[in-house]
């Protein structure tokens, strides 16, 4: 699966034929490669073979087409962690980067868009700046690739219903590509008990996703892509302090005009819900030339966060109701080129910056309290609060790629990033620098050296807020309340790709990363809305191994890492922590609540023309969980298989794919988390076996 993705093209000419035109696509194509190389960072590659035998196909979640990459740990919220680090991808399509959004539970991708997709984790090169945890890299699907339209239908348990259609195609110098899918379910968020069914957990979902190419000539082109979704997720309610079956429940909390003993009230009842919207564009220019390539790309990106709560139950169970509106707004523009200064030198350089706009509306409902603790009152008080925040980020770089024989590569570089914002302002340069050696033809060892700067996403709560919530069943922990830093980190990585049969590779790969204001987030309430905290010292080191084998129609992978983290006394938003947890994790370091030690993945899959069947294995050790994260949820490992045939003669249209998976085929109960842990608020379980078909025709 490790490996460089690489584009064949014949050379362009001048004339416009339908075959000729997509000879124009491929050199632009392969061209924008090398403006964005790996130069010694690990890149794993997935494509259309390795989605395929991925449970669901396309139709799966994008979080599951990573977790079959070495070094990848599946979370709560669809979320996984690559190397240790909570959050820090930076997301790029087609090589631009996408504007970072709120993190709450819809994906940032669609696995329908995606022709191939690299993950970067390493020491990264100078271009790539901000989030360096890992760089997904997604080549979207063109009208060129996309042979058929499409229209598939996709469901099966939990009330899965997935409509979407695919269309393309070339018309001239034009080429157009669009996804547009709708989903329903009865498991949009886990589940937060081991029931097989969830209650109160139905999500809605609609996407649509535009890609437009023109190209001007045969050394130039213009590109915009377009995204927009909206996602309406029932809050399950969670029965770990409250028992749905008992009548004699107990309410914690007196509210005036509220009957405790209303059947209704019951927390099963409970209706909180969420809604989250976001839309991007991006406007592209390339041009290519003998030795300089370039591109342009000024981007848009909106995105909001509506937590609606259930004002009744909320207040006599939690003794809160608040109502959240968190927006980010975001423009900016990105230019990036590749020159042939010499024989040997290939000179890249490029600047970027963004203007980031967050706001967060709360309308809360709480109790008094007395000194000690104690409701005060049964009538709540209304805390209105609109706080927002800004942030400009920017970054330039200059790298060199010295081939300094035909098989030692050396890539050295250094970037500038700053970061300034309405409670932060932090600069630093970066150098960069990796070496790659192929010895022989199968191996090849590559060693490097990065510097990173990460800022925070710009959601700090000033100190004004948490005064007007004093005295109320909604007060912080404590009252300390630092800025979150930018993290600045030094990262070494080294690895060797051996090529053992032209069918048969392994990689091993190890990896350490010291950082100063190690950022992390945390759920510190029951909307999901991820806020940033750090640490002020922290450490993470590790080792991946991953295997890949393809012979005819035979296609296997196996693989293996292993992580460990260590951080040490939270310096930032320190209110959101329990005193006595604070004062453990200042004089301890402890490891870090997304922490999965050992992880493995693998799968073998079988593929004809017409038929596809897979066996697939997801093993995890558990996340930490605990007073300062000193616990660790139980291990746990699910099996998944699947099967799909193409029916070719068909009275309409063209071939139609029937498909069947079976995800956790032998019904494992596994817990992600059990709602402790440093920043974590709720339970959550793994899914439980479920069996989805499918139906794609083409037309």
Do not use: C
């Amino acid at each position: 699966m490790k490996k460089t993705a690489s584009i064949n093209a014949a050379v362009p000419r001048q004339k416009t034929s339908h075959s000729e035109q997509i000879s124009v696509v491929g050199h632009l194509n392969r061209e924008r490669a090398h403006i964005f190389p790996g130069l010694g960072a690990v890149d794993y590659n997935i494509g259309q073979q390795q989605i395929t035998a991925t449970p669901g196909g396309q139709n799966a979640a994008f979080s599951q087409i990573l977790l079959r990459v070495p070094g990848v740990v599946l979370d709560s919220y669809g979320e996984v962690h690559v190397r240790g680090e909570h959050g820090g991808l930076t997301y790029r399509v087609n090589g631009v980067l996408l504007p970072e959004g709120l993190n709450g539970f819809g994906q940032e991708i669609d696995t329908r868009i995606i022709q191939s997709v690299d993950l970067l984790t390493g020491t990264l090169p100078a271009q790539f700046g901000f989030r360096t945890a890992g760089v997904v890299d997604v080549t979207t699907k063109t009208g060129e690739n996309l042979k058929h339209n499409q229209v598939s239908l996709y469901g099966g348990s939990y009330n899965t219903f997935v409509p979407s259609l695919q269309f393309g195609g070339q018309h001239g110098k034009l080429d157009y590509f669009t996804t547009l899918s709708f989903t329903r379910n009865n498991i949009g968020i886990e589940n937060p008990s081991n029931t097989f069914r969830a209650v109160h957990d139905v999500t809605k979902q609609e996407k649509a996703f535009s890609y437009l190419s023109w190209h001007i000539d045969d050394k130039s082109r213009v590109t915009l892509l377009t995204s927009a979704s909206y996602a309406d997720f029932e809050i399950p309610n969670s029965f770990k302090t409250f028992d749905a079956n008992s009548p004699d429940y107990t309410t914690i909390y007196d509210t005036a005009g509220v009957n405790p003993h209303d059947p209704s009230m019951n927390w099963a009842n409970l209706n909180d819900s969420q809604t989250e919207q976001n839309y991007y564009a991006v406007l592209s220019y390339q041009r290519t030339t003998d030795k300089m390539n370039f591109q342009a790309s000024p981007y848009f990106r909106y995105g909001r966060i509506d937590y609606t709560p259930d004002r009744d139950r909320d207040l006599i169970y939690q003794g809160v109701s608040e109502h959240e509106v968190n927006d980010f707004t975001t423009g900016g523009m990105q230019f990036d080129l590749s020159y042939e200064i010499a024989r040997y030198h290939t000179l890249r350089a490029g600047l970027l910056g963004q203007y980031t706009s967050e706001r967060l509306d709360t309308n809360t409902l709480a109790f008094p309290v007395d000194e000690a603790g104690n409701q005060s009152s049964n009538v709540p008080a209304r805390l209105i609060d609109n706080t927002g925040n800004w942030s400009v980020e920017a970054g330039a770089y200059i790298q060199d790629e010295y081939k300094i024989t035909g098989n030692l590569t050396f890539n050295y570089g250094v970037r500038y990033d700053r970061f300034a914002s309405s409670f932060d302002n932090e600069g630093q340069l970066s150098p960069r620098a990796n070496m790659v050696w192929k010895p022989t033809r199968n191996t090849t060892l590559h060693l490097g050296y990065s510097r990173y700067f990460a800022p925070p996403s710009p959601q700090y709560v000033y100190p004004s807020t948490l005064a007007k919530f004093a005295g109320t069943t909604n007060a912080a922990a404590n009252t300390v309340n630092d800025a979150t830093k930018v993290e600045k980190s030094h990262y070494v990585d080294g690895g060797i790709l051996q090529r053992i049969t032209p069918e048969f590779q392994i990689t091993l790969d190890a990896y350490a990363k010291w950082a100063h204001n190690l950022t992390d987030l945390g759920q510190f309430g029951r909307a999901v809305i991820l806020a940033p905290f750090s640490y002020r010292r922290g450490l993470v080191y590790g080792a991946e191994f991953g295997s890949s084998w393809r012979h005819g129609p035979w296609s296997l992978f196996g693989n293996f890492s292993y992580v460990k983290t260590s951080a040490r006394d939270i310096n930032s938003a320190q209110y959101q922590f329990d005193p006595a947890e604070l004062a453990y994790i200042k004089k301890h370091a402890i490891q870090l609540d997304h922490q999965g030690e050992f992880t493995a993945t693998a799968g073998a899959s079988w593929a004809t023309k017409y038929d596809m069947a897979y066996i697939d294995f997801v093993y995890g050790y558990g996340l930490r969980s605990g007073f300062a994260n000193l616990k660790k949820e139980p291990q746990y490992d699910v099996f998944n298989a699947g099967y799909q045939h193409s029916f070719t003669k068909v009275p309409f249209g063209h071939d139609i794919k029937i498909r069947v998976d079976v995800v956790n085929l032998f019904d494992k109960r596994y817990q992600l988390r059990d709602g402790s842990g440093v920043g974590i608020y709720q339970a959550q379980y793994g899914q439980r076996r479920g069996t989805f078909f499918s139906a794609v025709s083409e037309f």
